[in-house]
């Protein structure tokens, strides 16, 4: 079974920070370019951050320019966001999002499999 498993989510306070990973099982990531998106109540989802494949490119939004840094470990089959100097507006819930292919970024429609998301509040 294909599976995105999203993970590292929680409370934090103004200023603070977290790393959130994406674990895949079923399939590996080698292959699939990973896109981060976070959708707040009553909003549309929007993208955060994209890596390519092989990890050589990013992007970010700009929002979060300056303050998160996307990775990938393909030995662990793992994606990962380090959010840092957090803001209350940051708080969403947290998806990430594969799409096999040699790109960067695609829109959300696009992706093949999704995570269930994981739930970020930055509060005081």
């Known amino acids: 079974q294909l599976q995105l498993v999203e993970s590292g989510g929680g409370l934090v306070q103004p200023g603070g920070s977290l790393r959130l990973s994406c674990a895949a099982s079923?399939?590996?990531?080698?292959?699939?370019?990973i896109g981060w998106f976070r959708q707040a109540p009553g909003k549309e989802r929007e993208r955060v951050s994209c890596?390519?494949?092989?990890?050589?490119?990013?992007y970010y939004a700009d929002s979060v320019q300056g303050r998160f840094t996307i990775s990938r470990d393909n030995a662990k089959n793992t994606v990962y966001l380090q959010m840092n100097s957090l803001k209350p507006e940051y708080t969403a819930v947290y998806y990430c999002?594969?799409?096999?292919?040699?790109?960067?970024?695609?829109?959300?429609?696009?992706?093949?499999?999704w995570g269930q998301g994981t739930q970020v509040t930055v509060s005081s």
């Open positions: 999002a594969a799409r096999r292919g040699n790109f960067l970024c695609s829109g959300y429609l696009l992706y093949d499999d």
């Open positions: 079923g399939f590996t990531l080698d292959y699939s370019a």
């Open positions: 890596i390519s494949r092989s990890g050589g490119s990013t």
